[in-house]
């Protein structure tokens, strides 16, 4: 079937000095970077619902995307086409992985059961498209936020139908995932939150927000699937008080739940920054627990105070989150996954090309510099030299009482001096090389 990515080239490596706007001038896949090929390191992402899903419109406009999948009298057979374009799409930029919400690959139907047996039917039909292109799946997730039955939350929600229908879709979502050969498994917990104490249990919601989770992860044994369930830290927006914060109150809440073991996170930069962070803050934050699984690589507006979903282009800040991932050793089950959507006046098919394109090679030079940071051993230096104290040990060592440190600070009667931080000096080695 033609779609209108089918006349698209496949993208391929010319270089830095190329004026081809189609070829990537920094993403050289088989290049050997830290003993691995960089394709390896960024295993790059295509998600579904913004690129095939996402139609223009806004809280003050109509659609201005069309695409021929929208609309029409057989939501199946569109489901079945927007796939066909989806991996025309992957083959054009030649990404190995590629991600989705169970209600952006297959419509909902009359009954919990029609809609599921959709997404059941659709995820064999992607199994074929997988099979033929060699395209992986990196992680599928469930929509429990766009319809009105989840304006209070899914597994928070006050109303026990809601948390049993979310139960269902999440059920079918990871089979579909654990049939795909997902390399991980998301929650993404749109609403989980509230607008106002006046009409909340915080206490009771969190708790069910903990047992569904519980509930998942003992599912996912069950069936035998490998890859990590992942949290995505959502802070403001579209509640209030959304109780997956940030990377930190997250880890908290699975510390509480005893699930720390078992969940890793899924951060967005553009989360980071409504929550007040820096991306490299949260991916520090994360590896520091223990909990770092994938990121979501779109960036936001500073002018604007939403989730604004746009491609990266900011190469040095990519860089600073790029090298906390490589200290952290990388991303194993997890990728760079462009949850990210064209501008509502990008309106023609190529365009998702050239948004793609550019995003890729910002990561990849955003990855070489890291690299670099990384292998000259400046910033590692400086940081051992820092902190040189506590390795020799001493008085204030671990394992020795309040009352001992506290002796020994005093027999020894030492005034510590301030040293620098040379914060100044760091910052030139990141900006200048």
């Not at 507006?301 to 490589?326: C, H, K, M, R, S």
Request: aromatic share 10%; hydrophobic share 40%.
């Amino acid at each position: 079937m033609t779609t209108p990515f089918s006349d698209l080239p496949t993208v391929r490596f010319e270089g830095e000095a190329t004026l081809n706007p189609l070829a990537y001038r920094f993403y050289d896949p088989e290049l050997i970077v830290l003993g691995k090929r960089l394709k390896e390191h960024l295993r790059l992402t295509v998600c579904y619902w913004h690129s095939f899903v996402m139609n223009g419109a806004d809280p003050f406009g109509a659609p201005t995307i069309i695409r021929p999948w929208m609309g029409g009298t057989d939501p199946m057979a569109a489901a079945r086409a927007k796939a066909d374009a989806a991996f025309d799409l992957f083959r054009a930029l030649d990404v190995p992985f590629y991600s989705f919400h169970d209600r952006d690959i297959a419509p909902e139907g009359d009954s919990l059961a029609e809609t599921l047996k959709n997404t059941r039917v659709i995820g064999d039909y992607l199994a074929e498209k997988q099979q033929a292109s060699g395209v992986k799946l990196l992680w599928g997730t469930a929509n429990l936020f766009s319809h009105p039955r989840f304006m209070a939350g899914a597994a928070t929600n006050p109303d026990p139908e809601v948390f049993a229908w979310s139960a269902a879709t999440v059920k079918t979502a990871l089979d579909v995932t654990h049939a795909l050969g997902g390399a991980n498994y998301v929650m993404w917990g749109g609403r989980e939150g509230y607008e106002t104490l006046l009409n909340t249990d915080l206490k009771r919601e969190l708790d069910q927000m903990g047992r569904f989770l519980s509930l998942v992860v003992d599912y996912k044994h069950k069936i035998g699937f490998s890859g990590p369930i992942l949290i995505e830290p959502k802070p403001k927006e579209p509640t209030k008080h959304q109780y997956d914060f940030d990377a930190a109150t997250v880890y908290g809440f699975l510390k509480h739940y005893g699930l720390e073991n078992d969940v890793k996170l899924n951060l967005e930069e553009n989360h980071a920054i409504l929550a007040g962070h820096t991306f490299e803050h949260e991916i520090a934050v994360a590896n520091a627990f223990g909990i770092l699984g994938s990121l979501d690589i779109n960036r936001g507006d500073p002018l604007l105070g939403w989730d604004t979903d746009q491609f990266p282009n900011d190469v040095p800040q990519l860089t600073l989150a790029l090298y906390e991932v490589i200290k952290a050793g990388g991303l194993t089950t997890g990728g760079l996954n462009f949850d990210a959507k064209l501008r509502r006046q990008s309106i023609e098919p190529d365009d998702l090309l050239h948004a793609h394109v550019g995003g890729i090679d910002v990561c990849a030079k955003a990855f070489l510099q890291a690299a670099k940071l990384y292998e000259g051993g400046q910033l590692a230096t400086n940081l051992r030299d820092r902190y040189a104290g506590w390795d020799r040990g001493g008085h204030a060592a671990e394992g020795a009482t309040l009352e001992e440190i506290a002796a020994a600070a005093e027999n020894r009667a030492i005034d510590p001096r301030p040293r620098s931080g040379r914060q100044e000096k760091l910052e030139n080695v990141v900006s200048l090389g």
